[in-house]
Nanobody, 118 residues
């Protein structure tokens, strides 16, 4: 059975920092990339950040560039998202996703809530 499990998240004041972590396991033996998405109430799920293991290429949504940092361990299929200078508009459920081939994300976690108070 394939599993993608997030941890971390919680409540933080605006301007603060938070770290969310994710591990892919089970039938997920290797990943091509891992990433983070988020969904705020009443909005569609949106891309936040991705790390492609080959050459450790990272990508970020414009809204989080300079504030969020994605990192991870390819051998362990784990990924972290360090979130600094958080804003109330960063409030959302954050989902981790694993991409086992170049065709796209095929495994998703259940999500972890991040709430930023003003």
């Amino acid at each position: 059975q394939a599993q993608v499990v997030e941890s971390g998240g919680g409540l933080v004041q605006a301007g603060g920092s938070l770290r969310v972590s994710c591990a892919a396991s089970g039938r997920i033996l290797s990943t091509y990339a891992m990433g983070w998405f988020r969904q705020a109430p009443g909005k569609e799920r949106e891309f936040v950040a991705q790390i492609t293991w080959r050459r450790s290429i990272t990508a970020y949504a414009d809204s989080v560039k300079g504030r969020f940092t994605i990192s991870g361990d390819n051998a362990k299929n784990t990924v972290d998202l360090q979130m600094n200078s958080l804003k109330p508009e960063d409030t959302a459920v954050y989902y981790c996703a694993a991409m086992t081939t170049k065709r796209g994300y095929d495994y998703w976690g259940q999500g972890t809530q991040v709430t930023v108070s003003s």
